[in-house]
């Protein structure tokens, strides 16, 4: 979809800032767009890239290696009910079957309203409160039948607005760090080396231990 | 088996911390700190590898490269490419576990790969193939279903990827981002899905994205041109040297069946390093090029008729005879091979007597200041720790492999680059201290840099730079040229002769762009000189004496330079104008004066391989033989001089530029004394030169020379030249810059199919700061106009250009920046205005 809005190019600068080199700063940018649009777009990895000084080709590269990045248009909403062992024991795999027909999708695909795009995802770490899901990365533990529906109900009608929110929304309190926090960042040429390392360097090379002094 | 490729060649370490190693029981004597895999491979141990490159960083990827390494902890599996050699180390490249490992690593790298080696253009030359025969377990357990990717797809306007065939090495990936610093493909996805891709829509638009197909050890990167042309086993190989610019790349020429098919790098360590640009590399298909010229031509009324050799030759001796020695010249000549150049030379001044003849369009350097500065080799210039002076022109655009050895010398071996460049260019990003200048100030910018009195001034930019020339002392290196064709050359001769004063010991590199005009000049093609720098005028009297009894005549006195000539011939003072593979109307920076001087001259006789804009024009052209398809010596800027093979026959009746010279001095009564091949003429210029002495014909044949042969000569007198003074320009008005595209409108390259389609549009290029007042954006059409013409042309708003200051490109298809220039002005003033 769509570049960086006025107002995020004004955050993600923020965030750059936060980091000694400007391509630290991609994978929160990659988060910021996510959060824009609920997917990762094309034209938002170019901008990013043009914002941290690197190619789209390696926005790319970094993003795709994270399957949470949404490279294609997801729901609103974007439920990943757990398969593995735990949770296949405690009735995972009917609860997705379950969830395939009420919400009349195969997983991996999204529902015409687009509201709802449905995973079968590996171990989501909540094998106590099997079997579980995961509603845009927000837990739901011990789900039944009814417990789904229920869930989608309400997802439906906005009453669970403020324990969900849409896709790509990763907290709702943004983190923002104060200006005098931030300041302190050294760049990594200025670094001081640490004496430990300075120390072993000079046994082999009295050149190398000024790093250590300064 | 063992698979060698000339480009890929153990790296040339010399010895100097020897320490022992044990390897398959035979102790080698290897250097402290070098990777185990060069060790063993200089010392005659292949260790089969994929993803490892001589010319790379190491990453370990591909596992192939496992031995067992035994420190003293007892033998252990460790790639050999990523370890670096220690004293005592012991080492098994031949062990069963390495064996059994080496199956098991191909068995997986052929898991997904599949059997189209029948199909494959690199079946045949594979480093998969080889070693999946050689170290491969020999059958495959795999019963599944193989990974499937659609087939290949076009990564870029010459390059095609098959996924399928890709075993993930990182090598194209490393090259893009390491070598040419162009990272337009990566690894996308992850796991099995892991391939190599670009970006959606964004090409690998890279210059060197070919050396990328060279490089890939199996068939997922092939280029277009080459696609399904030939088997390996079918190809006939020569090396020889690209001539597309002056740095002077090591090639091989494949061939098959008398058609060029291929060119491809060879690991020349002092020069190219494997390595090669696009232009070079895909420029063989000019060769080929359907309106090559094949049979001479004479003019006939308002056309140019099909003629014979003879009748050709009679017609040009005529004109010729018919004229006086000083109403003749001769512009071009860096096409040539350094033979053609010397029967040229002899043909202009000992035949016929003229010495108005230049190698150089206009655009280059004076012959006295390339014979004047003391010369520095590339890997001068790109040593390590080295402080570099680059005031030339963009080398990524003009020189692009010397481009990649200034790049590898900033970022491996912490070299640092001072550039003075008018505008933003390729090499700023890499540079330590980049200082843009206004057209005609390059002198007070020296002037202030190199005297130190600036120092402590207000601009911190140009402080660090005076402090770090400073520091470098006697090591400082200056790579010199013609940034701006808009200016003429004095500024920059001018800032030469100031930097050599000011700083002892400095050392120079003449970026001088054509093919081979080093040694055109060096053999007299240039106004006042004769072979090996000898000057007309000079006090040289022996040996200009020598010349006259060896060809029987010289010149008496100096004659014209290009624009000189251009200049007679527009004032109707030229009788004859020899166009020797020169193309005025395209080149000559003046466009003006270019095409009243072709316009004006009696008679043009023009020697080329194309139907350029200034060849239809001549009266009688003669078709020449151009790259792989002559015997010869070349020059590159260095000053190298390496061998050229001939691969094919020249198209037609073409015939090598010597030849046509031999037969019109014989029309002429004269004589060059070459009787059937040009090694002949080699031999004369290495006997009557000191320059080229040390480059005989059978030094060159050494194979210790396979790097050529470095020629040596003192500097010759060159005085201190005053900066050109330029008025200061007038509110409204801005300086232009006119610089070149790697891809343009040139002869050769807008030959090439697969590179045609890549020249860029024509923009005026502007500071958003000049053109916010004008209220123009991108894209918006204006009209330029100097005091000598104008022209209509495309905004691109760039903050790269300083304010003040506009680009052109120079030899575009469209809006000419000739019609602005005039050559004796020492900058260009325009006015842009809407519309």
């Known amino acids: 979809m769509s570049r960086l809005t006025p107002e995020n190019v004004e955050l993600a600068k923020q965030i750059i800032r936060r980091y000694p080199r400007p391509k630290s700063a991609l994978i929160p940018l990659c988060h910021l767009a996510q959060e824009q649009d609920g997917h990762l777009a094309d034209d938002a990895m170019v901008h990013i890239g043009e914002l941290v000084g690197v190619t789209s080709a390696e926005v790319l590269g970094t993003a795709s290696f994270y399957e949470m990045f949404k490279r294609h248009e997801v729901g609103k909403y974007c439920v990943n009910i757990c398969t593995n062992i735990s949770c296949q024991l405690m009735g995972g795999e009917e609860l997705l079957e379950h969830a395939e027909q009420t919400l009349g999708i195969r997983s991996g695909s999204t529902t015409n309203d687009g509201l709802f795009t449905l995973e079968d995802v590996e171990c989501i770490a909540a094998c106590t409160e099997a079997p579980a899901l995961q509603v845009n990365y927000r837990y739901f533990h011990r789900i039944s039948n009814d417990d789904f529906d229920q869930m989608i109900d309400e997802l439906r009608s906005g009453r669970l607005d403020d324990v969900v929110p849409p896709h790509g929304v990763l907290a709702k309190v943004r983190q923002d760090l104060a200006e005098e926090q931030i300041a302190n960042i050294t760049p990594p040429e200025t670094q001081v080396m640490p004496r430990w390392i300075a120390d072993e360097a000079a046994k082999n090379d009295p050149a190398a231990s000024e790093g250590g002094q300064a | ?835």
């Open chain 2, 1 to 835: 088996m063992e698979q060698t490729p000339m480009s890929e060649k153990p790296l040339p370490t010399v010895v100097t911390e020897p320490v022992n190693i044990t390897v398959d029981g035979e102790e080698i004597t290897v250097q402290n700190g070098e990777l185990l895999i060069e060790a063993c491979h200089r010392n005659g141990t292949y260790i089969p590898r994929f993803c490892y490159h001589p010319r790379m960083n190491p990453v370990g990827m591909c596992r192939m490269c496992l031995v067992e390494i035994d420190t003293g902890r007892g033998p252990a599996l460790q790639p050999s490419c990523m370890i670096e050699v220690t004293p005592g180390m012991v080492v098994d490249t031949k062990s069963d576990l390495v064996s059994k490992v080496q199956d098991g690593v191909i068995e997986y790298l052929l898991a997904n790969h599949p059997l189209d080696c029948p199909v494959c253009d690199k079946g045949g030359e594979c480093p998969l193939q080889d070693q999946a025969y050689s170290h491969g377990p020999g059958e495959s357990r795999w019963v599944e279903e193989k990974r499937h990717y659609a087939k290949p797809i076009p990564i870029s306007e010459t390059v095609y990827l098959d996924r399928e065939r890709c075993i993930l090495c990182d090598r194209c990936t490393r090259f893009a981002k390491e070598v040419a610093g162009d990272p337009l493909i990566h690894f996308i996805d992850r796991g099995a899905n892991t391939q190599v891709n670009t970006f959606p829509d964004e090409p690998f638009a890279s210059y060197f994205s070919g050396n990328t197909v060279q490089i890939c050890p199996v068939g997922a990167l092939t280029a277009k041109p080459y696609r399904f042309k030939a088997r390996p086993w079918d190809l006939q190989t020569v090396e020889s040297t690209c001539t597309g610019c002056s740095v002077g790349c090591r090639i091989e020429i494949d061939s098959s069946r008398n058609h060029v098919l291929r060119y491809n790098g060879v690991d020349s360590d002092p020069v190219n390093w494997s390595w090669l640009c696009d232009k070079g590399r895909f420029g063989f298909e000019s060769l080929e090029a359907a309106d090559r010229l094949r049979e001479p031509l004479v003019r006939s009324g308002e056309t140019l008729e099909p003629a014979s050799w003879a009748a050709a030759l009679a017609t040009a001796a005529e004109a010729i005879n018919a004229a006086s020695p000083g109403s003749i010249g001769v512009i071009g000549g860096s096409r040539l091979t350094n033979e053609s150049a010397y029967a040229w030379a002899k043909l202009a001044k000992g035949v016929i007597g003229t010495d108005n003849v230049d190698a150089q369009l206009g655009d280059g350097l004076p012959a006295d200041v390339v014979f004047g500065l003391p010369q520095a080799t590339i890997d001068e210039v790109c040593k390590p720790g080295g402080t570099i002076l680059y005031l030339g022109p963009d080398p990524k655009e003009e020189l692009p492999v010397l481009y990649l050895r200034l790049k590898h010398a900033v970022d491996e071996d912490g070299a640092r680059i001072i550039e003075l460049a008018p505008a933003g260019t390729g090499l700023t990003r890499h540079s330590a201290v980049s200082l843009n200048y206004r057209p005609g100030e390059l002198g007070q910018l020296v002037d202030s840099l190199v005297s130190g009195s600036n120092s402590t001034g207000e601009n911190a930019a140009l402080s660090t730079a005076a402090k770090l020339i400073a520091a470098a002392g006697d090591s400082l290196t200056v790579v010199i040229g013609r940034a701006n064709l808009a200016e003429n050359a004095q500024s920059v001769v001018a800032a030469a002769t100031a930097i050599r004063d000011a700083v002892p010991g400095v050392k120079f590199l003449v970026a001088l762009r054509r093919g081979n005009v080093r040694g055109a000049l060096e053999a007299g093609l240039a106004p006042g000189y004769l072979p090996g720098r000898v000057s007309l005028t000079g006090g040289q009297d022996d040996q200009v004496a020598a010349f006259k009894s060896l060809w029987g005549n010289v010149p008496a006195k100096q004659g014209l330079d290009t624009k000189g000539i251009l200049w007679a011939a527009a004032e109707g003072k030229l009788d004859v104008l020899i166009l020797l593979g020169a193309d005025p109307l395209s080149d000559f920076p003046d466009r003006s004066l270019a095409r009243r001087g072709v316009a004006g001259a009696r008679t043009v006789i023009a020697i080329d391989r194309f139907p350029t804009a200034s060849v239809v024009q001549a009266d009688v052209v003669l078709p020449a033989a151009g790259h792989s398809e002559e015997q010869g010596t070349t020059t590159n800027l260095e000053g190298r001089v390496t061998v050229l093979n001939q691969k094919v026959t020249p198209p037609g009746t073409a015939r090598p530029d010597w030849m046509i010279a031999a037969e019109l001095a014989w029309k002429l009564g004269g004589d060059l004394g070459v009787d059937t091949e040009s090694s002949e003429l080699w031999a004369e210029l290495v006997a009557s030169t000191e320059t080229f002495a040390g480059a005989g014909v059978d030094a060159l044949a050494d194979t210790a020379n396979a790097d050529g042969i470095v020629i040596t000569a003192e500097p010759r007198p060159l005085a201190t030249v005053e900066a050109p003074h330029v008025s200061p320009t007038s509110a409204y008005s801005l300086r232009l810059v006119v610089n070149r595209k790697l891809y343009d409108a040139g002869a050769s390259i807008s030959r090439c199919d697969s590179s045609s389609a890549l020249a860029p549009a024509q923009a005026l290029r502007l500071s958003p700061a000049d053109a916010s007042p004008l209220g123009l954006k991108d894209l918006d059409r204006v009209s330029v106009t100097s005091p000598n013409g104008s022209l209509s042309a495309r905004v691109a708003l760039d903050s790269s250009v300083p304010k003040g200051t506009a680009v052109l490109v120079h030899n575009l298809a469209e809006a000419d920046p000739g019609a602005l220039v005039a050559s004796d002005d020492a900058v260009c003033e325009i006015r842009v205005e809407v519309g």
